[in-house]
């Protein structure tokens, strides 16, 4: 019984680890702040839309860290200079908010 109890124990402690790393991860998105440049059209609008690709590149140049697009959850096509929040889904249990800025190039 003490066996299953301790493999009970280093089951769960292993699966809180992750999110600890998660978490920690998270703050840090949290206080970042990205610049994506983008072309401009006609009439000084942005000449299409802003992608999770661009956001992604755009903070792996910038902070020099991976950060996976498909993770990004976009609140609807960015087709406007300005700044934005975009959730990152970094975990079942946590969801990061990423500070987007999207000026001329």
């Known amino acids: 019984i ?31 702040q990205v610049k994506v440049s983008v072309k401009v059209g006609e ?6 839309s802003v992608s999770s690709k661009e956001i ?10 991976d950060l996976d697009k498909k993770k990004l ?3 609807d096509a960015i087709k406007n200079f300005g700044t934005y929040e975009v959730k990152v889904k970094l975990h079942p249990q946590v969801t990061a908010v990423l500070h987007v800025q999207v000026v001329e190039a």
């Open 2 to 32: 003490r066996d299953r109890v301790e493999g009970i124990r280093r089951i769960r402690l292993g699966s809180l680890e992750p999110r600890i790393v998660t978490e920690t991860f998270a703050e840090e998105l949290a206080k970042a």
């Open 43 to 48: 009439g000084g609008k942005v000449f299409g």
């Open 56 to 65: 992604a590149k755009a903070y792996a140049d910038q902070y020099k860290k």
């Open 73 to 75: 959850v976009l609140p």
